[in-house]
């Protein structure tokens, strides 16, 4: 079946390093590709997708590019804040859309 | 705010009551999801919906486990005889956005059973 697998955490960084989480995935077809955040004390939300082979998806100041040689996507952000503590999941969802299968996640501290 | 609403927000109880969580969408969505979530782990898939419908379900699932959704507009997640291991957050989500497959949080239930 569909499987997500990410880097270990946690991570620790300082304000304004440079940020790679790792991800990559095992599916049947052409998976869509999902990041999601969860703040603490906060809900699940989508912080960026890619649908496509070499589709790149990036928000606030996130990016990540659905590599489809290398089943990967990443998570990269090039200056970290103290606001972007948080645990990321990857995801993918089949092409029925009928579920998201997530990485088990990785919790990001961000010290000023 | 995701559109999406969960009733309640925590829940202890003991080990063999049982119990019910419910999700209200804010507007119409016909693709409602339930996931599990356990302490550093992230979501696993329970069921979906498709209107009123229930298309899929996991294996995860057990027959402990009963979800509905009656009006195709709100849904209910039913655990009896609870165990220990129930405890965990149980998030619904709705499918939204500009593609088929984007899906949306509520901020969750969280169950402890004692």
């Known amino acids: 079946g569909d499987s997500v697998t990410q880097m270990e955490g946690p991570v620790t960084l300082s304000e304004e390093a440079f940020l790679t989480i790792n991800c990559t995935y095992t599916a049947t077809g052409y998976p869509s590709l999902f990041w999601y955040v969860q703040y603490p004390g906060e809900g699940l939300q989508l912080l960026l997708k890619a649908t496509k082979a070499d589709d790149k998806g990036s928000n606030k100041g996130f990016e990540a590019t659905y590599r489809k040689e290398t089943t990967s996507f990443h998570l990269e952000k090039g200056s970290v804040q103290v606001s972007d503590s948080a645990v990321y999941f990857c995801?993918?969802?089949?092409?029925?859309?009928?579920?998201?299968?997530f990485g088990s996640g990785t919790q990001l501290t961000v010290l000023p | 705010d995701t559109g999406v609403s969960q009733d309640p927000r925590h829940k202890i109880t003991k080990r063999g009551q049982n119990v019910t969580f419910r999700c209200d969408p804010i507007s119409e969505h016909n693709r409602l999801y339930w996931y599990r979530q356990t302490l550093g782990q992230g979501p696993e898939f329970l069921t979906y919906?498709?209107?009123?419908?229930?298309?899929?379900k996991s294996r995860l699932l057990s027959d402990r486990f009963s979800a509905e959704r009656p009006k195709g507009s709100f849904s209910t997640l039913e655990i009896q005889r609870t165990e220990q291991g129930d405890s965990a957050m149980y998030l619904c989500?709705?499918?939204?956005?500009?593609?088929?497959?984007?899906?949306?949080f509520g901020p969750g239930t969280r169950l402890t059973v004692l």
């Open positions: 995801a993918l969802s089949d092409r029925a859309a009928r579920q998201l299968t």
């Open positions: 989500a709705i499918r939204a956005g500009t593609t088929i497959d984007e899906q949306f």
């Open positions: 919906f498709q209107n009123e419908a229930q298309l899929e």
